[in-house]
């Protein structure tokens, strides 16, 4: 006893919290256990049905090329359906197109003479009407022109007067009728120099109270302002581009299209704009540009539109569709070889009702958008046809094609 060190001896309860904690190891160690148990259940039930139908073999179709799925098949696999429809138009879009002004109910306003502007009276975008001052300028050519037609006026009266006077007397035979025939001749020469001397200052309105030979530019029709060339205090040649006035209301569409399509592209096609509205082609260009080697085409816009003169776009020109062919949505198609497979469905005759019985239909794709895809059936013997109105698989079909192969 005394031998025996205080260390020696064991503390009380030490035994006790020995047992506490192997107690509390077994027990975690369970829920562990448990845990990953539950976890694993949880994978195998909810592993996607379509990932076990991905890995199964491709079913054997039928004598007739038809496979059946169930109900719970076509809800694993994901499949939604839409109608075929007989298409009556093949768009070729992407086509670069620009808007521009009217070519036939558009008008440009050049300045007659040159001058400095002084003043601009009408901006882009702005509604005029006819006649209605656009822009002032000074020009020293305006009087010169002036002081011609004063001139011109002067001589015409004059020569009017005398061809009077020598009609009276060559009546009472004082003077010969070779002297009444050259007044009358003066008279007529008088008359075209006045004539021409008005016409030149015909479109030009001087400006009340403005400066000596200030004239003011003046619209040709009623319409809207697409385009200003002018700056106060610019100087501007004879005959130089002011203004652009077109008619409100309309729009021409310049485009190009591949060359070859210059056969089937005739006016009246309608072509797609980006909002939504169809202009119309009024002309087709006789050449092909030698730089792009496409074919320039014109189109015109009829109502209001939200396209600005210069604006930069793709349009989708709007062919009539070949005989036969059908309208089906681009996400019916799958790549097969050098043509394309979508897959007809349609319901199971017996059994299981909501099944549905499924066939694989090779196609050859002639166009589209992000829309539709234009195809016809590529059948020689017509066994796979299809029809407008017939359902084709828009959703699973990549596993389709692992389970029906096209033969």
């Not at 768009?91 to 007659?112: D, E, I, M």
């Not at 729009?251 to 309608?270: C, E, H, Q």
């Not at 007809?344 to 499924?358: F, T």
């Amino acid at each position: 006893m005394l031998g025996m060190s205080p260390s020696a001896t064991p503390p009380e309860g030490a035994p006790q919290k020995k047992n506490q904690h192997s107690a509390l190891s077994r027990v975690a160690a369970a829920v562990v256990i448990v845990a990953v148990a539950a976890g694993a259940g949880w994978w195998v039930l909810s592993r996607p049905a379509k990932e076990s139908v991905a890995q199964a073999p491709a079913m054997i179709p039928a004598a007739d090329g038809h496979i059946t799925l169930g109900v719970a098949q076509l809800r694993a696999l994901g499949v939604a359906t839409a109608a075929a429809d007989t298409a009556t138009q093949l768009p070729v879009p992407g086509l670069p197109a620009q808007a521009a002004a009217p070519l036939a109910a558009s008008a440009q306003v050049s300045a007659p003479y040159a001058g400095v502007v002084t003043r601009i009276l009408v901006d882009e975008g702005a509604f005029v009407r006819q006649g209605q001052p656009l822009a002032r300028i000074q020009s020293r050519d305006v009087l010169v022109a002036q002081g011609e037609l004063s001139r011109a006026r002067s001589e015409a009266t004059a020569a009017a007067l005398q061809a009077q006077r020598d009609t009276v007397l060559l009546a009472e035979g004082i003077i010969p009728a070779a002297r009444n025939e050259q007044s009358q001749a003066r008279t007529q020469a008088a008359q075209s120099t006045l004539r021409q001397a008005t016409g030149a200052l015909a479109q030009l309105r001087p400006v009340a109270g403005g400066q000596a030979g200030e004239y003011e530019l003046l619209a040709p029709m009623a319409g809207q302002v697409v385009r200003r060339h002018l700056m106060p205090g610019q100087s501007v040649a004879a005959l130089e581009a002011a203004f652009v006035v077109a008619e409100a209301g309309h729009m021409d569409v310049n485009f190009t299209a591949p060359l070859r399509l210059r056969s089937a592209i005739k006016p009246g096609l309608p072509v797609g704009l980006p909002d939504g509205s169809v202009a119309k082609v009024v002309a087709v260009g006789a050449d092909a540009d030698p730089a792009s080697q496409s074919l320039r085409v014109r189109a015109s816009i009829e109502g209001q539109t939200a396209l600005a003169v210069g604006q930069q776009f793709s349009v989708s020109l709007l062919l009539p569709a070949p005989a036969g062919a059908l309208a089906v949505p681009p996400s019916a198609l799958l790549p097969a070889g050098k043509g394309h497979v979508l897959y007809a469905a349609s319901d199971a005759v017996g059994g299981e009702k909501g099944a549905m019985r499924l066939r694989a239909v090779a196609v050859q794709l002639l166009g589209g958008d992000e829309s539709i895809s234009v195809v016809v059936p590529d059948s020689k013997d017509g066994s796979t046809a299809l029809t407008a109105g017939e359902q084709v698989v828009t959703r699973g079909t990549a596993l389709l094609k692992s389970m029906l192969p096209l033969q």
